[in-house]
């Protein structure tokens, strides 16, 4: 295992073909490492075993961290074609139990093992390619090819340990054990937790942009936190502490658990921690790849509802307040026993496979006065992951943080036995819903302060409030609402049929599909954007969204927006997806109507999606298309364009081109028509946009 151990690369020092050399190195490491995660299965079979009902079989993240590479390569344009546009497909989306996350069985013919190995090989040549050919420059910021190659490897190395945790669900029978190595051969009885004073004083949070180390977006930007003095358990919560909690009934007293625990607790039927078993009065904890004696001096393993649920037990026995540490109380604690940005990776800690396999004793690791303060396992905090001021999304992986900023999702802080990378370092800032298992346990905190929580209600992402201003807002210098109106057209030319499938292919926040709930059976609204998505479906679930525009200079609007005011109703005939336009998933054919406005020019290749389209509408279908035709906005390469340019020293217009595209297929059944489209940039700053809308019906044969 020590030869596939690798730390994060330094991105700002050093020689530039040192680095190619470290980069490449790295790559082949992870590559590595995770291929050998799955020699743990001990057949095809247990590749697709479905370990968790809220995530797919293994043989998706098999396919998943290889895809993402030509995904995020092909997005980026350092790559100009894709490998097998079915499995860049299929293997793309799905990881966290979102609302537009496909986990029905029903939708997947899954490939074999053997060709999905044969994939990945093909992927890890391509990738090897683009790292030798492609030249390097110091330093390596968002921009650099070789950050997108970072991004790649760093996602593969949190799949190497969230898929790890799916293979710990799987039944023994599909498993072999020690594969990487053998887990801690150390247990014994629960050592006392003594409860240590923490000294207050100001916390700043957050990554700078300019750091040596690659980091995800929800990392970086500055966040100031004044901690007032606390107290914290000397190491993390063992099982030994936790069955006291299990003995004293805790599993059936709902006074211990919020209102989402206990429902949750209830509709599982839960009596212990997942990774425990109870045979007879005996305990055994559930490894990764194995089952042993329970070890009651080991962390234990548990979601934040049940973490939570014994602080609560912990209060009502002692009468003192106990809860978990929020996240500036984690950098407080290890900044107070000498741990930071610079030592980070030099601390003795069970983590990053460079100790054990598993989990180990919870006193077993000093750092200061404490144990475990990083490592052994994650350690849940009551933080609701949220951006930090100065927080912007990474434009080519823009669904990486901001669908998890709904409240829903607890930050995880410290890394644990199989956390590497990125994973293994200061700044790792990694959330997941309350009720979902990592290798993630916690530590007590003794605290008398009120308990503040930031949660970021309003939405202040630049470009998801322009699309909410856009899509929910007033109508702006006299113009029509312009989602409503091509709802308008979409009725006119489809008739108000409920029998009929629609799909809305660049929904952005959703306004045009709600709009059209009345008029259809079932409405698919698909964009390429979670940011967008997440809008959208909080106004179907929620009934209304939040947001903020700007007005001038410091000054802002808050705008609260609410569906039934606008004369609608979220329906359960509408769903709502994350999906590539150019390279749709097989599931999205048969629709009777098609909307693609503003789509062609955020497409990497318009040409190869007009040229395709008929596939997915029925016999008599009708396809309605508008575009500004602004090819050079997103750098799409010249020969991917329909049309705008000269051919045979003729001009060709982009709808000429189209026409040429479409003409063997469908029917033009109205001349094109401009649309204006109003963009409130902020109360003084509009920007206006003519959309050619195109009316097309496809042929009956």
Same mark, same amino acid.
């Given at each position: 295992?020590?030869?596939?151990?690798?730390?994060?690369?330094?991105?700002?020092?050093?020689?530039?073909?040192?680095?190619?050399?470290?980069?490449?190195?790295?790559?082949?490491?992870?590559?590595? =490492?995770?291929?050998?995660?799955?020699?743990?299965?001990?057949?095809?079979?247990?590749?697709?075993?479905?370990?968790?009902?809220?995530?797919?079989?293994?043989?998706?993240?098999?396919?998943?961290?290889?895809?993402?590479?030509?995904?995020?390569?092909? =997005?980026?344009?350092?790559?100009?074609? %894709?490998?097998?546009?079915?499995?860049?497909?299929?293997?793309?989306?799905?990881?966290?139990?979102?609302?537009?996350?496909?986990?029905?069985?029903?939708?997947?013919?899954?490939?074999?093992?053997?060709?999905?190995?044969?994939?990945?090989?093909?992927?890890?040549?391509?990738?090897?390619?683009?790292?030798?050919?492609?030249?390097?420059?110091?330093?390596?910021?968002?921009?650099?090819?070789?950050?997108?190659?970072?991004?790649?490897?760093?996602?593969?190395?949190?799949?190497?340990?969230?898929?790890?945790?799916?293979?710990?669900?799987?039944?023994?029978?599909?498993?072999?054990?020690?594969?990487?190595?053998?887990?801690?051969?150390?247990?014994?009885?629960?050592?006392?937790?003594?409860?240590?004073?923490?000294?207050?004083?100001?916390?700043?949070?957050?990554?700078?942009?300019?750091?040596?180390?690659?980091?995800?977006?929800?990392?970086?930007?500055?966040?100031?936190?004044?901690?007032?003095?606390?107290?914290?358990?000397?190491?993390?919560?063992?099982?030994?502490?936790?069955?006291?909690?299990?003995?004293?009934?805790?599993?059936?007293?709902?006074?211990? &658990?919020?209102?989402?625990?206990?429902?949750?607790?209830?509709?599982?039927?839960?009596?212990?921690?997942?990774?425990?078993?109870?045979?007879?009065?005996?305990?055994?904890?559930?490894?990764?790849?194995?089952?042993?004696?329970?070890? &009651?001096?080991?962390?234990?393993?548990?979601?934040?509802?049940?973490?939570?649920?014994?602080?609560?037990?912990?209060?009502?026995?002692?009468?003192?307040?106990?809860?978990?540490?929020?996240?500036?109380?984690?950098?407080?604690?290890?900044?107070?026993?000498?741990?930071?940005?610079?030592?980070?990776?030099?601390?003795?800690?069970?983590?990053?496979?460079?100790?054990?396999?598993?989990?180990?004793?919870?006193?077993?690791?000093?750092?200061?006065?404490?144990?475990?303060?990083?490592?052994?396992?994650?350690?849940?905090?009551?933080?609701?992951?949220?951006?930090?001021?100065?927080?912007?999304?990474?434009?080519?992986?823009?669904?990486?943080?901001?669908?998890?900023?709904?409240?829903?999702?607890?930050?995880?802080?410290?890394?644990?036995?199989?956390?590497?990378?990125?994973?293994?370092?200061?700044?790792?800032?990694?959330?997941?819903? %309350?009720?979902?298992?990592?290798?993630?346990?916690?530590?007590?905190?003794?605290?008398?302060?009120?308990?503040?929580?930031?949660?970021?209600?309003?939405?202040?992402?630049?470009?998801?409030?322009?699309?909410?201003?856009?899509?929910?807002?007033?109508?702006?210098?006299?113009?029509?609402?312009?989602?409503?109106?091509?709802?308008?057209?979409?009725?006119?030319?489809?008739?108000?049929?409920?029998?009929?499938?629609?799909?809305?292919?660049?929904?952005?926040?959703?306004?045009?599909?709600?709009?059209?709930?009345?008029?259809?059976?079932?409405?698919?609204?698909?964009?390429?954007?979670?940011?967008?998505?997440?809008?959208?479906?909080?106004?179907?679930?929620?009934?209304?969204?939040?947001?903020?525009?700007?007005?001038?200079?410091?000054?802002?609007?808050?705008?609260?927006?609410?569906?039934?005011? =606008?004369?609608?109703?979220?329906?359960?005939?509408?769903?709502?997806?994350?999906?590539?336009?150019?390279?749709?998933?097989?599931?999205?054919?048969?629709?009777?109507?098609?909307?693609?406005?503003?789509?062609?020019?955020?497409?990497?290749?318009?040409?190869?999606?007009?040229?395709?389209?008929?596939?997915?509408?029925?016999?008599?279908?009708?396809?309605?298309?508008?575009?500004?035709?602004?090819?050079?906005?997103?750098?799409?390469?010249?020969?991917?364009?329909?049309?705008?340019?000269?051919?045979?020293?003729?001009?060709?217009?982009?709808?000429?081109?189209?026409?040429?595209?479409?003409?063997?297929?469908?029917?033009?059944?109205?001349?094109?028509?401009?649309?204006?489209?109003? =963009?409130?940039?902020?109360?003084?700053?509009?920007?206006?946009?003519?959309?050619?809308?195109?009316?097309?019906?496809?042929?009956?044969?």
């Amino acid at each position: 295992m020590n030869s596939l151990i690798a730390h994060t690369t330094d991105l700002i020092y050093g020689d530039a073909d040192q680095k190619k050399a470290e980069i490449r190195d790295y790559f082949l490491k992870t590559y590595t =490492l995770d291929e050998k995660l799955y020699e743990h299965l001990k057949n095809d079979k247990a590749f697709y075993r479905r370990a968790d009902p809220l995530r797919h079989p293994l043989i998706f993240y098999y396919g998943h961290t290889a895809v993402f590479f030509i995904n995020k390569l092909v =997005l980026a344009k350092i790559l100009d074609h %894709r490998i097998n546009s079915h499995f860049e497909s299929v293997f793309a989306i799905g990881v966290d139990e979102m609302s537009w996350d496909d986990l029905n069985e029903s939708n997947y013919d899954w490939p074999t093992v053997k060709d999905v190995f044969e994939y990945r090989q093909k992927v890890k040549e391509v990738v090897l390619d683009i790292i030798d050919s492609t030249p390097l420059t110091l330093p390596i910021g968002w921009e650099n090819p070789f950050w997108i190659i970072m991004m790649g490897i760093e996602h593969e190395r949190i799949h190497i340990e969230t898929s790890s945790v799916l293979i710990r669900q799987l039944p023994l029978e599909f498993l072999k054990p020690n594969v990487f190595d053998v887990p801690c051969n150390e247990s014994g009885d629960a050592p006392e937790n003594r409860m240590l004073n923490i000294e207050g004083g100001e916390v700043v949070i957050g990554k700078p942009y300019d750091h040596r180390f690659y980091g995800w977006d929800v990392e970086y930007g500055e966040h100031q936190v004044e901690v007032d003095a606390f107290k914290a358990s000397e190491s993390l919560i063992s099982n030994g502490e936790f069955l006291e909690f299990i003995e004293d009934g805790g599993y059936k007293t709902e006074e211990y &658990w919020t209102e989402e625990g206990w429902s949750w607790c209830q509709y599982q039927e839960v009596e212990f921690p997942l990774f425990w078993r109870k045979v007879a009065d005996k305990y055994f904890l559930r490894l990764f790849d194995q089952e042993i004696e329970m070890p &009651w001096n080991w962390p234990v393993e548990l979601n934040y509802l049940e973490a939570k649920a014994f602080a609560n037990w912990k209060t009502k026995q002692t009468g003192k307040t106990y809860r978990l540490p929020t996240e500036a109380e984690w950098y407080r604690l290890a900044e107070q026993n000498g741990i930071n940005d610079a030592n980070f990776a030099t601390v003795q800690a069970n983590i990053g496979l460079e100790q054990f396999v598993s989990p180990c004793p919870v006193n077993q690791f000093k750092q200061g006065e404490f144990f475990d303060i990083i490592g052994n396992v994650w350690q849940w905090t009551e933080t609701h992951v949220t951006g930090y001021p100065g927080f912007k999304v990474h434009p080519l992986y823009d669904d990486f943080s901001t669908p998890t900023f709904d409240g829903k999702h607890n930050v995880i802080k410290g890394g644990s036995w199989i956390s590497t990378g990125n994973e293994a370092t200061w700044h790792a800032r990694y959330a997941f819903r %309350r009720h979902f298992y990592q290798h993630a346990g916690f530590r007590l905190v003794e605290s008398e302060n009120p308990l503040i929580i930031r949660n970021e209600s309003y939405e202040t992402d630049s470009e998801v409030v322009q699309s909410c201003a856009f899509n929910y807002g007033a109508p702006v210098l006299g113009f029509d609402s312009f989602p409503k109106s091509i709802a308008e057209i979409c009725k006119q030319y489809s008739g108000d049929q409920k029998s009929l499938k629609l799909l809305d292919l660049n929904c952005d926040t959703g306004r045009t599909v709600f709009e059209l709930s009345d008029s259809y059976k079932q409405i698919t609204g698909i964009d390429f954007s979670a940011r967008f998505i997440r809008m959208a479906i909080h106004m179907q679930e929620q009934g209304f969204i939040r947001y903020i525009t700007k007005d001038e200079g410091e000054l802002v609007h808050y705008h609260d927006v609410q569906l039934s005011e =606008l004369g609608l109703n979220p329906k359960d005939n509408l769903q709502f997806m994350q999906a590539d336009a150019n390279n749709l998933k097989p599931i999205y054919t048969g629709y009777d109507v098609i909307l693609a406005i503003n789509l062609l020019e955020e497409l990497y290749n318009p040409k190869q999606f007009l040229a395709s389209i008929h596939k997915r509408v029925n016999p008599n279908g009708i396809f309605i298309l508008g575009s500004r035709y602004d090819w050079e906005k997103n750098n799409i390469k010249r020969e991917n364009w329909p049309g705008a340019f000269k051919k045979d020293g003729e001009p060709v217009t982009s709808f000429e081109g189209i026409k040429a595209l479409l003409q063997d297929n469908f029917e033009l059944i109205s001349e094109p028509v401009n649309q204006y489209a109003a =963009l409130p940039l902020s109360s003084r700053d509009v920007k206006v946009s003519v959309v050619e809308i195109s009316v097309w019906r496809k042929h009956t044969s």
